[in-house]
């Protein structure tokens, strides 16, 4: 079923937008329906939903094995280093400029969660 949800996902991502889906497109929305299981999860355990909790976590494994491999947080936090040295960013109203850099230097290789995590 989470098979053919993203199949789904792609093709009307290709005909709303009228383009080809490459492969940082197909990453985006295949992180994209990782967060859609991840946020029910949260929902349903709230609820007291057990069932639910297993119906969507054995979803978001075979989402997941579709990702490619991503940095650990220790090569993300290194990165994040690099780049707010290069830019010589000193506070918090840099997070911006910062989070704009590292989302282009590292691309589809890191959670942006984790990048924003690092940038904090």
Known sequence: RPVRGLLA??????????????DA?????IDKLIKQRKDS????SAAGRDDL??????ELTVLQA?????LSAEAVAENVAAI?????????GDMGKVMAAAKAALGNAAEMSTVSAAVK
């Open 25 to 29: 497109g197909l990453v985006a929305i």
């Open 9 to 22: 996902a792609v093709k009307q991502k290709e005909v709303d937008e009228r383009v080809t889906v490459d």
């Open 53 to 58: 909790v297993a119906k969507e976590t054995a």
């Open 66 to 70: 579709y990702l490619p491999e991503r």
């Open 41 to 44: 999860i949260s929902q349903f």
């Open 84 to 92: 707010v040295a290069e830019l010589g960013a000193s506070g918090p």
